[in-house]
């Protein structure tokens, strides 16, 4: 059953008037009148007013359909999210690899990370100049930190 034929019979069955239902909700009586047409709902607070008053629930026909509507939305949301992020990322996945395998090879380091890293660097140079900085710097960092990682110690294993 609709909110409007709701608030409707429940009113008649009470033996009031719009206007005393008014007097009691601070609203119009125009808006009662909307409301049982259901040429428009009531908000959240004249629900619960109109709950006390009348002593019905309506809130809860409306959000329960609401909620199991919003969990199902949600789940699909995260799905496709997911799927769209595995496809956005299955490129720069195989270019890695391709890196990798082919390291040693100095057109790699020498030419092909330069031009990538260029494509990075205009790419967030398209951000915001603080956001920028603050990006390259944490992005030489993060080099710095993993370059010391990976081959810092390469003396003192030797030396053993």
């Known amino acids: 059953m ?5 608030i409707r019979s429940k009113r008649e069955e009470l033996k009031m008037t ?7 909700l601070y609203v119009t009586r125009q808006t009662i009148s909307k409301w049982e047409l259901g040429k428009s709902e009531p908000d959240a607070l004249s629900k619960k007013s109109l709950e006390k008053i009348l002593a019905v629930q309506l809130v809860q026909e409306s959000s329960s359909k609401e909620n199991e509507e919003e969990h199902v939305m949600k789940k699909i949301q995260w799905f ?25 090879q100095p057109w790699i380091r020498f030419a092909v990370m330069p031009v990538l890293l260029s494509f990075i660097l205009w790419y967030l140079h398209s ?15 993060a080099y710095l930190i993993t370059s010391y990682y990976f081959f810092g110690d390469r003396e003192g294993v030797r030396d053993n």
């Open 2 to 6: 609709e909110i409007g034929k709701i």
């Open 80 to 104: 496709v999210g997911l799927f769209l992020f595995g496809i956005a990322f299955l490129p720069l996945r195989f270019l890695w690899v391709t890196i990798r395998r082919y390291w040693r």
């Open 18 to 24: 719009q206007q005393q239902l008014v007097d009691q």
């Open 127 to 141: 951000l915001k100049d603080n956001v920028f900085y603050l990006f390259l710097a944490m992005i030489v960092a």
